[in-house]
């Protein structure tokens, strides 16, 4: 049988040994960078989270409405959905309630586009996400 | 001495006494419990025989050494002919008898029906740069360095897949359509509509509080595109009033219009 070079195995496990050790290098490289993509989805998608539920959406908003007139016992509310709006409009108020409406309405999330307070009325325009 | 590798170690010199040692390497075989025979050699003396003979060293696996070999059969016969080469055993030590001292040997060995001892060494034509032993050894360490890289590199793509899985959820969770740009343009849009409502929400509050300073009643408030309009009106409309109100407003907001009018005061600030 003829006879392997002992020298031949060397280079041969020399030339295994760089192979694995720049593969090593590669999957190093490649853990830094799937990680770093992680780290900044990771934030975006916090951030996306805490964006969406910084503002009310629609179904949300028309139900905090409600809530809110309910608590204070408001009656002549009307809610009237235009394009990308809600149109709030109590009637026959009095400036007690308004005060009161409004300082509800200005610690919740709307997205208050305009605001009219005019005599017993009062008009409000809440934006939809 | 007790071992073979203490041998070795004072074996050169011992012959430096008798021969220069230079590129010669050494070899000592245990007779019995304190006995060894002992002897250099020259690899590149060997090479050359090889080549002489019209072989290959890769042809060669393993070089025996006659001094080990024949000394069970020279200890008994004393002398011997092997391939026309007459060998004698004198005080203990094969020598080969020069050929043109005519002797009579009738025991003559054949080479071919030779049980070979396990004491032999391995010579490669590279021998003189790095000797097989350390070759192997540094094969075999290699090779073990690559396997512990390898069961490593295992383990990180473990550690990818694990992030990638949870890149995949996290965008399950939000939303597989969207791009991260498009995400990052989501964020903005509702942090700036954050932004403006925090500041509609405080010049609101701001004006509000008009009324508890200045025991005002307000007849309209109106709020659009980061304006606030509003009228008030009080018992007594004067310039003083209006001063006082004024001085409130230039605190915090510098774009304002103030008027007052016969019996109410109207006020417009921007953001």
Sequence with gaps: MKKINSLTILLISIIIFLIIVNLYKYTNSNIQNVKSEYLEIQKLSLGFTTSKKSLYTQRKAEQQLRNITRQLNIKNLSIVKKSKKLIVKVKKMSFYEQDKFLNKVLNEKFIILKLKIEKNELEIEIGIK | ?271
Aim: aromatic fraction near 10%.
């Design chain 2, 1 to 271: 001495m007790d071992n073979k590798k203490q041998v070795l170690n004072v074996l050169p010199s011992l012959f430096e006494e008798f021969i220069e040692i230079e590129n010669l390497k050494f070899y000592a075989y245990k007779l019995d419990t304190h006995s060894y025979i002992s002897f250099a050699y020259n690899e590149e003396h060997i090479l050359q025989s090889i080549k002489k003979a019209g072989l290959q060293i890769n042809q060669i696996k393993n070089i025996y050494f006659s001094q080990i070999e024949f000394y069970e059969q020279l200890e008994s016969t004393k002398q011997m002919k092997i391939d026309n080469v007459s060998l004698s055993f004198v005080n203990n030590i094969i020598v080969k008898i020069p050929d043109n001292i005519k002797i009579d040997i009738q025991n003559i060995l054949d080479i071919e029906n030779i049980k070979l001892s396990k004491e032999s060494i391995s010579i490669s034509s590279n021998s003189k740069y790095i000797d097989n032993r350390t070759s192997n050894i540094l094969s075999i360490f290699l090779i073990l360095f690559s396997i512990l890289f390898l069961i490593k590199i295992d383990s990180n793509y473990t550690i990818i897949d694990d992030y990638e899985n949870r890149i995949s959820n996290i965008k399950n969770v939000n939303n597989k359509s969207l791009s991260n740009i498009q995400i990052k343009s989501i964020i903005k849009k509702y942090d700036k509509i954050y932004n403006k409502q925090v500041q509609i929400r405080e010049l609101l509050s701001y004006v509000l509080n008009i009324k508890s300073i200045h025991d005002v009643k307000f007849l309209s408030i109106e709020m659009q595109n980061k304006k606030v309009k509003v009228k008030f009106m009080n018992n007594k409309i004067d310039s003083a009033l209006e001063n006082k109100i004024r001085v409130y407003i230039q605190k915090r907001y510098k774009k304002y219009v103030l008027k007052t009018r016969d019996n109410y005061i109207s006020m417009e600030i921007s953001i």
